[in-house]
Each structure stands twice: as C-alpha cells, then as structure tokens.
C-alpha cells in the first residue's frame, strides 16, 4: 500500500524565518495531496492542497510544491510565526479515493 | 465551521475490558473515520465509513470495531482492550467522497489500557 515519508521529523526556527518540509510517496497512482496542521491541544485542521497534475500552489504563507516525477512534495512557509509552531501532516489519497495515507508528521518550533 | 466531537476526552480502560468511543458530526457528511495517533507512526486509519449502515476496514482493524448506527454517528470499539492500544484516537469526517476528499477533525480521545 501506500507509504508516505516525512521529513524532517522536527525542527526549530527563530521567528521570521522560513520552515521547509519535504515529503515523499510511494504510490504513482495517487492523485490528491492535502496537508494538515495540528497545534498543540488543537485538532488537525486541513492547511493546503495539490492534484497531480498541478505543480505549484500558494495561498498567504504557504507554498506547496508538487513533483510527479519524483514523487516529492515540499510545503514552504515564509515569515513564521509563534502561531506556526504546530505538527505538519503531510497525506496522499490513494487512486481509488477512499483511504488517505499520512505521514509521521515534522514538529516546527518557531521561537519569538 | 464544520463540527465533529468525540467522547469521552480522556480514558481509562483495564487490561480485558470493553470500551466505546464515540464521534458526532453535524456536517451531514457522508464518508467517517477513525485513526490512532501514536509517535513514529503518524496517523494510521482503523475503520471507515461510507454511510449510516457502512462500516469498512482501514490499515490496521485488527482488535478494534466499528459501528455507524446514523449519518451523525460512528463509535469505535474494543472488545477487549490490550495495553498496545494505548494512544490518542481521532475521528473524522469527509466533505467530497471521491479523490479530493478534506477531513473535519474531532479533538481527539486519549485512551490508556492499564
């Protein structure tokens, strides 16, 4: 089955810096990629998302971008933020649509 | 904003005993689900469902089942739970069945098997 890899597993930044989380899949018939954010005591909550035949979406801070090639997804985020410091998911939905595969997550810590 | 919850919180279970955890959503979605959490593993899906009436199995199913009795509610059970099923449980809801499905998170239930 699907198996998708996370990495880092976690890191630390100072506010304003960028954060760079790269993740990886291994199912090439996997069309959808979302991603999602748990801050501490808080539920996941979906962040942003890709089909596979885009490369690149962007919404305020976040950057996602898509290789089908490789099978690599990266999420950018510039000018963190104390508020930013959660746990990352990364996902992909399998070809039949009714099982999404997450990641181990990457813990960012964006020190003020 | 789409609201899932579960119950309870926090729970406390015996080695052996029964326990039943339980998710609302008042989204109208279709598609349900249940993971774990646990560190190293990320989230792992343990049961499914497409509808009142549905349940399905997900990756790992085993010691665990699942009932979905209306559109509203799906509840996990373990008959008899182990110490290894000590984690946090979440569930979830489905907004597009289908490729581009977004899930609506409950707050997550934390279950220690003593």
């Known amino acids: 089955g699907e198996q998708v890899e996370q990495l880092p597993s976690s890191l630390i930044v100072q506010e304003g810096a960028s954060v760079l989380i790269n993740c990886s899949y291994t199912d090439s018939a996997s069309v959808y990629f979302p991603w999602y954010k748990q801050e501490p005591g808080k539920r996941l909550q979906f962040i942003i998302d890709i089909r596979s035949n885009m490369e690149r979406k962007q919404t305020q801070r976040l950057t996602l971008l898509f290789d089908k090639k490789t099978k690599h997804l990266s999420l950018h985020i510039t000018a963190t933020q104390p508020g930013d410091s959660a746990i990352y998911f990364c996902?992909?939905?399998?070809?039949?649509?009714?099982?999404?595969?997450f990641g181990i997550g990457t813990r960012v810590l964006v020190r003020p | 904003e789409a609201a899932v919850t579960q119950s309870p919180r926090n729970k406390v279970a015996v080695t052996g005993g029964k326990v039943t955890l339980s998710c609302n959503q008042t989204n109208n979605h279709n598609n349900m689900y249940w993971y774990r959490q646990d560190t190293g593993h990320g989230l792992r899906l343990i049961h499914y469902s497409y509808g009142a009436g549905s349940t399905e199995k997900g990756d790992i199913p085993d010691g665990y089942k699942a009932s979905r009795p209306s559109q509203e509610n799906f509840s996990l059970i373990l008959e008899l739970a182990t110490p290894s099923q000590t984690s946090v449980y979440f569930c979830?809801?489905?907004?597009?069945?289908?490729?581009?499905?977004?899930?609506?998170f409950g707050h997550g239930t934390k279950l220690s098997v003593l």
């Open positions: 979830a809801s489905g907004d597009a069945p289908g490729r581009n499905e977004r899930l609506f």
């Open positions: 996902s992909a939905t399998n070809s039949a649509g009714n099982k999404l595969t």
